[in-house]
């Protein structure tokens, strides 16, 4: 059985220990592939590390998260070429240098790597829809002004990282988690400004669907003044979110909703006038779960938590970092780099 923590007995053991070296193998990814000109295929080798958590896990036939290592890359230009290569079949890598303009979500195929050339990458006007997709890296991308959401993961998508991408201007959210999605990691993101950075679960009416999936792993991002879902969660369990910078968020940090299950550890909240809520719901929908641990709060205010939650710990080692190291680490290096999508 899953084992359980409440948020009056953290549990620091040696598991949150083990996995430093995952860490920095992320963080020292590096392609390893020769620039060509649009749609051209300029070979097959892929490295970029692997994820820490939910996308990391051995599940549903899917050993962590490869994306389209082993598959040919190729680098587009245009947006005609873009939507080709993400709905093919194929697997592949998908080098996005300049700025491809789309419209609405576009579908993703399973077995893709997205990787933005050195800052280059950008993605206006529409977003990324996974529907019963699987195994795809979202890396180094520059999303703005999406019509509706900037990426959509649903419809029982599963093991999706979306890594070191910036976020800014969408309508509606900069990224859903929905549908019974499961087994998804949201690291190093820089979202910039955002009304409604990420939602999981998308109605109080989805228990169907949710209960039991909505497996998602959120650290080391920078929620960069931005208003609400940090995340706004309903019903999946556990969600855990950690080593995130959370600075000037109007509305809330992050709020535990229909009796999903979240553990927020080693994060640190600066101005936030509501870091998390759960015992009380949030809006129309009924209360949550919550432990918090290791959290370091300025000018902020108080956290609630509820009840005990399924150790993150039981799916996956990871390290936490210390808590006051967090703005500096993640200003440094969330969001785009040249760094993350440089050959």
Request: glycine share 12%; proline share 4%.
């Amino acid at each position: 059985m899953p084992q359980t923590v409440t948020d009056r007995a953290p549990r620091r053991g040696a598991a949150l220990r083990v996995a430093a070296a995952a860490t920095a193998a992320a963080l020292a990814a590096v392609l390893s592939v020769t620039p060509a000109g649009a749609g051209a295929a300029t070979g097959t080798t892929m490295a970029l590390g692997t994820p820490v958590g939910f996308a990391s896990v051995d599940a549903l036939g899917q050993n962590g998260t490869t994306g389209g290592a082993g598959g040919r890359t190729v680098t587009v230009t245009d947006a005609d070429a873009f939507l080709e290569y993400i709905d093919s079949k194929e697997t592949l890598v998908i080098r996005v240098a300049g700025t491809i303009a789309i419209t609405s979500k576009q579908g993703v195929r399973p077995n893709k790597t997205i990787i933005g050339v050195g800052t280059s990458g950008h993605i206006t006007g529409g977003g990324l829809d996974f529907y019963r997709s699987y195994n795809v890296i979202v890396r180094n991308i520059r999303f703005t002004a999406a019509e509706d959401d900037a990426i959509n993961v649903g419809q029982q998508s599963h093991h999706i990282w979306i890594d070191h991408n910036t976020f800014s201007g969408a309508v509606d959210g900069s990224i859903d988690v929905v549908r019974g999605a499961d087994y998804v990691t949201v690291s190093w993101n820089h979202f910039d400004h955002s009304d409604k950075s990420m939602l999981i679960s998308h109605s109080d009416g989805a228990a169907g669907t949710d209960i039991g999936r909505l497996k998602v792993t959120i650290h080391h991002n920078f929620f960069d003044n931005s208003r609400q879902r940090h995340p706004r969660i309903r019903f999946g369990e556990p969600v855990h979110v950690f080593n995130n910078y959370f600075l000037g968020n109007e509305l809330y940090g992050v709020a535990s909703t229909e009796n999903a299950g979240v553990v927020v550890e080693g994060n640190y909240f600066q101005d936030v006038p509501h870091p998390l809520f759960s015992a009380s719901g949030y809006a129309d929908s009924g209360p949550g779960r919550a432990v918090q641990r290791n959290n370091v709060f300025v000018n902020s205010g108080t956290p609630e938590t509820s009840g005990a939650v399924v150790e993150p710990r039981t799916f996956y080692a990871y390290t936490v970092d210390a808590p006051a190291g967090v703005p500096s680490a993640v200003r440094a290096d969330a969001g785009v780099g040249a760094q993350w999508g440089t050959p």
